[in-house]
């Protein structure tokens, strides 16, 4: 059986340096790379640096992990970590559609510092191992266990034929729940190469595909592979899984593809896995009509496919593209920011569609498959920030004072307050098809309908203002007074008392 490692002296010290989940993103990497996870910290750095400013806003980065492995079938789940993280992580989950359990292994300081919370950790993962139900169990280290050292890399890896992947997801360490999903699915990616390389494994569910297929890397709209698809067979090509996948088996076939299709560019660790499959990655997307004709001539050109066949494909597929946007332009000044992964495609659709985009602002960092989109935006007088704070989302919407803005909650909010029409991106613009000659028109609609609110946010402006602010803020039965007089009064009773107080006056009863 399994032992949990020698390192109580050093877990208790982490212990009390990490204090807690409440002590702080520096303390808790501190404690963790004091108990034994620099390795994993450091590998984090690296797959998702921070850079050039602080770490941005959003939620716990383990929902993106977590949501990964709910979605996908005979896949158990288990987390360790905190009570009301996992309370918060589950509610989540579940209000985003999750039908199944979440495991949990709870903790207190004594089994935390002395190991035995890897021991309930390994005897959970034992209990829950069934192969009748699970091809695998994704075990998750939230932030304290993290700081603390907790080593899921000992356990099993498999039991009975179960599957066990164990990973660290803290929110001292992975940037965005978007860059959550890369740290399961390269994972993922990483055990499935392993067992294809040793010998024979499952085929993918229902028909196999005899046309050399595309692996598309990114969560997106549903519509948008089997859109893609269409693309691709004119080039006798086949779109093939989407990662993150929904089965266990569907990674064999991803990483038995002909290239992959970098869709979101932050994938690092799953693309590090089919690099070391041998397959070559291809940056950007389908989107608009010159990134679609830029995306074909990448995807015919690495596949081998002859120059005849591409250049009639790309010609055929601009020239449909270039129609659709022309049927639905958009007309008006537009900022745009979120944290999906998406932005920049969004970006380039808006551009191409006539949109005055002049911000485009995502929380994903920087990387080498985002580097033609970012250069397209640039060339076109659009402002890209990576790594996007709010206080930066909303710095971009006070200086270019758009006419639309599309963004994060809180940007809607600031953007609604200020009479401007505002979209939420993640419901309401990255869950709509994007890709090729059906992504062309998608955004028009909810786009121009939005702007032509404009004077309806007028007429609500001019109607409350000065409502729930200043002396009119919380609950109250009578029309609140205007106060102002009084302030002022006190305002300068104060100004006078300071005073004499700087010139050493005596002030008394």
Known sequence: MDRAPDTVPEQAAAQD??????????????????????????????????????????????????????????????????????????????????RRSVGYVPFNSETLVTGKLYEDIRDAVHLMADP????????????????????????????????????????????????????????????????????????PRGQTEDRPTITLL????????????????????????VVPVREWRELYSALDCAAVAAIHPFYTASIREFRAAGRSVIGSAPVGAEGTDQWLDAIGTVCNVARPRIDGTRN????????????????????????????????????????DLRYVGTACPATPFSDRDAEWLRARGVHVQFRASLEQDIAAFEEFKPD??????????????????ALY???????????????AGSLAGVINAALANKGRFDEMHAFFEGAGTGDKAGIWQDTPEDLGAVRKRHAKASHTSRNAVDNGEAVGC
């Open 17 to 98: 340096g990490a204090a807690g989940c409440h002590a702080g993103a520096e303390k808790l990497k501190a404690a963790a790379m004091a108990s034994g996870k620099g390795e994993v910290l450091n590998a984090l750095e690296r797959d998702y640096p921070v850079g050039p400013h602080d770490q941005p806003q959003s939620m716990c980065p383990a929902f993106g992990s977590l949501r990964v492995g709910l979605r996908m079938r005979r896949v158990g789940t288990i987390l360790s970590g905190s009570a009301c993280c996992v309370y918060g992580l589950t509610f989540t989950s579940h209000f985003y559609g999750a």
């Open 132 to 203: 009748a139900k699970y091809d695998a169990i994704v075990v998750t280290n939230l932030c304290v266990p993290t700081a603390s050292g907790i080593p899921l890399q000992m356990l099993p890896r498999e039991i009975d034929g179960v599957r066990i992947v164990g990973i660290d997801v803290p929110g001292f360490g992975v940037p965005t729940h978007a860059e959550a999903k890369d740290v399961l699915s390269g994972a993922m990616l990483a055990y499935a190469r392993q067992e294809a390389e040793t010998g024979p494994v499952l085929p």
């Open 218 to 241: 990114g969560e997106m709209f549903p519509a948008d592979p089997m859109i893609i698809g269409k693309l691709l067979e004119p080039l006798g090509l086949a779109c093939g899984p």
């Open 316 to 355: 055929a597929m601009r020239a449909a593209i270039s129609q659709a946007l022309s049927a639905h332009p958009i007309r008006g000044r537009i900022t745009l920011s979120g944290y999906e992964g998406s932005e920049l495609l969004v970006g380039r659709l808006l551009a191409e569609s006539g949109a």
């Open 404 to 421: 639309l803005a599309i963004g994060t909650t809180p940007v809607v909010q600031h953007a609604k307050e200020r009479a401007t029409p």
């Open 425 to 439: 991106f993640t419901n309401l613009i990255s869950a709509r098809p994007l890709m090729g000659p059906a992504g």
